[in-house]
Structures are given as structure tokens and as C-alpha cells.
């Protein structure tokens, strides 16, 4: 009987020592799998850290400037829909015209006083008075429903892509940089509904092949996939981001005033079908 007890006892220690070993064993593969963690996301970084490096003061300078594009694109297309070509649109695409107008106005409004509490000036980030939205399809896109919708798409899938692209630099800033980010996060999800609207309209009323999300890079007027990203954005489970330097070569010919429209102020006649396009001073935060 002792010995059976004893060899009990000594399995029990046996036990013991094997289920403490299981912990420690536990322990050590969770450290190394933080660790691991820890090593994928550092080797990956350069293949995020992509584009001009930005202070906060500029991140929001840049957004401020997409966004009063943004805001003045809107405000052309209600003014069309009240007398132009989008008179035509369906009721449910003006409300959303409407209604996404007036969360871009409110947008700059918001990232005004971000970049006022920077010590940055909101006056300062100007666009032209007249932007050349034709630069977007080639043609006028508030001409009619069809192209407003796509023009708008591309407006839209943009900025999504343009928000997400600052986050290493709102990161890399540190304390300086959360503020930033708490606001670019809190816009990027209504910048994500107005692509997603968008897109649904374009489905629903045009029958376009299009869904309200992004199936593939064909859709999108940006570089989505990313060489050597452990984060497969060719599928639909992932969107891609843009670089401020891949935005602003898009943007750049919208800020830009045509010599037609230049011309056109003047009394003399010209011949538009030998002008070219003449750069206006540089729009500021545009670098």
C-alpha cells in the first residue's frame, strides 16, 4: 500500500511538474508570437511608408484642401440639379447631392478649426475659383445623372483612400498626432458611406455594374495593390489606400484653370481649339 501511495505521490509530482512545464512552454510561445507579430509589422512598414512625410499641420492642410474641393464640387452639383444638366436626376439622387453637400461644408468647418488649433491658417488653403472638374472624366460631369454619378464615385472612392493614407504619419507623430487621427477617423467613415451611396445610385438607378463596394482595382483611380503588403488588397475583404503624393497627381489638373476659362474673361475672341492648359500659382498645402 505505501508503495503505491509513493508512486502515486511521485506521478502527482510528475503532474505537477509536467503542467508547469505546459505554462512555462505557454508563456514563451505567446512572447514569441508578440514577437513575431513585432517583426511582420516593422518589415512590413516600408511597404506602407509610401509618399512625402507629413507633419499634423500638414496632414490637415492637405485633407482641408480635398475637403473644400470636395465641398465646392457638391455645391455645383446642387446648383445643376436646380437649373442644369442634373435637373433631370431622380429625386433620391438630388436628397443625396443635398445631403452629402452639406456634410463636406461641415467637414471644413470641422478640419478649419482643427488646423486653427495647430496654429496653421484655414484662409490660407485656397482652391481656384473656377476648378476644372472636367478633368475627371474629360467632359463636364455635371452635364447629366450618368456622369455626375461616376465623376462622383471616383470623388469619393478618393478620399476614402486619401484618409487612410495619413495614418502612418498621424501615427509617427506620436501625442502630436491624435487629435489629428481621432478626426480623420470620425470623417473617413462618412467619406466611406458617401462612396458607398454613390455606388449603390449608380447601381440601382443606372443599372451600372457596380456594386457599393470595391470589387477589384479596375474600379478605382488610385494604385490599390501594394507590392510586398502582407495585406491582400486586391480582395474585396480589404480596401487599398493612396499616398498624399498619388492624390494630389489626380487632383492636381482639377486645381488647375484652363486657358479657356482664362480667355473666356476677355473680349477678344480665341481660338480654343489650339489652347493649352496654363498652371495658376500653386494652390498652398499642395507640395
Do not use: I
Given at each position: 500500500m505505501k508503495t503505491v501511495l509513493k508512486v502515486a505521490a511521485q506521478?502527482?509530482?510528475?503532474?505537477?511538474?509536467?503542467?508547469?512545464?505546459?505554462r512555462r512552454m505557454a508563456a514563451i510561445g505567446r512572447?514569441?508570437?508578440?514577437?513575431?507579430?513585432i517583426l511582420l509589422i516593422t518589415t512590413a512598414t516600408p511597404a506602407y511608408a509610401q509618399g512625402t512625410v507629413l507633419t499634423p499641420q500638414q496632414v490637415v492642410e492637405y485633407a482641408l484642401t480635398l475637403k473644400k474641393l470636395e465641398?465646392?464640387?457638391?455645391?455645383?452639383a446642387v446648383d445643376a440639379a436646380q437649373s442644369g444638366g442634373l435637373a433631370t436626376a431622380p429625386q433620391v439622387a438630388k436628397d443625396a447631392i443635398i445631403s452629402y453637400g452639406q456634410d463636406e461644408a461641415q467637414h471644413v468647418t470641422d478640419l478649419s478649426a482643427v488646423l486653427t488649433s495647430l496654429g496653421g491658417n484655414p484662409d490660407a488653403i485656397t482652391i481656384p475659383a473656377n476648378p476644372n472638374y472636367s478633368a475627371i472624366l474629360n467632359r463636364d460631369p455635371?452635364?447629366?445623372?450618368?456622369d455626375f454619378l461616376l465623376a462622383g464615385q471616383y470623388v469619393e472612392d478618393l478620399g476614402v483612400a486619401a484618409y487612410k493614407g495619413q495614418v502612418q504619419n498621424l501615427l509617427a507623430a506620436g501625442e502630436a498626432g491624435k487629435p489629428v487621427l481621432a478626426a480623420a477617423l470620425a470623417i473617413h467613415s462618412v467619406e466611406a458611406r458617401h462612396a458607398a451611396g454613390i455606388r449603390f445610385l449608380r447601381e440601382a438607378l443606372l443599372s451600372s455594374d457596380v456594386r457599393p463596394w470595391i470589387r477589384n482595382q479596375d474600379e478605382v483611380i488610385y494604385q490599390e495593390n501594394r507590392d510586398g503588403s502582407p495585406i491582400p488588397f486586391d480582395s474585396e475583404a480589404f480596401d487599398g489606400y493612396a499616398t498624399s503624393d498619388e492624390v494630389l497627381a489626380l487632383v492636381s489638373p482639377i486645381l488647375t484653370v484652363s486657358q479657356q476659362v482664362i480667355d473666356n474673361s476677355n473680349t477678344t475672341p480665341v481660338d480654343s481649339s489650339n489652347t493649352t492648359p496654363v498652371p495658376v500659382p500653386p494652390v498652398r498645402a499642395l507640395w
Open positions: 506521478m502527482a509530482v510528475s503532474f505537477s511538474s509536467f503542467t508547469s512545464m505546459l512572447r514569441m508570437l508578440v514577437l513575431l507579430l465641398a465646392d464640387f457638391y455645391q455645383r455635371f452635364a447629366n445623372p450618368t
